[in-house]
């Protein structure tokens, strides 16, 4: 048997609320990546095939990816 791995199509990046806004327009404004809001009040971006989610994460001091 050969094992075939595969990836999703979404990247999830877990911000701190202290970075969450600056962050969400970075990839808005000076990155120019399109909204995706069909999970309202989720922030999703448009990155090719893929899906860019930013979740804001209050417990966190630093983003993770």
């Known amino acids: 048997m050969v ?27 000076i990155v120019g990546l399109p909204p995706y809001d069909e999970k309202e009040p989720v922030k999703g971006f448009v990155l090719g095939p893929n ?3 930013i979740d804001e994460m209050p417990h966190l001091s630093q983003a993770e990816v």
């Open 3 to 29: 094992a075939q791995i595969r990836g999703g199509i979404n990247i999830a990046m877990k911000v701190p609320s202290h970075q969450y806004e600056a962050v969400v327009a970075f990839y808005r404004d």
């Open 51 to 53: 899906r860019l989610w």
